[in-house]
């Protein structure tokens, strides 16, 4: 088993993508690290 505990600053990441986008034959997404804090939560993935 590889220790990641150097190299990881998040719990788990996941690649968020548009949906609507996705149907039209485009992925649109962007990597993002959770836990997120909470100020970012509405703010930041509006632009996904």
Do not use: Q
């Not at 996941?14 to 703010?43: D, H, Q, R």
Request: proline share 4%; with cysteine.
């Amino acid at each position: 088993m590889e220790d990641l505990s150097d190299s990881r600053d998040c719990a788990f990441e996941a690649f968020i993508t548009n949906l609507g986008k996705y149907n039209e034959g485009y992925l649109v997404g962007e990597w993002v690290k959770f836990p997120i804090p909470t100020f970012m939560t509405c703010s930041e993935n509006t632009r996904i």
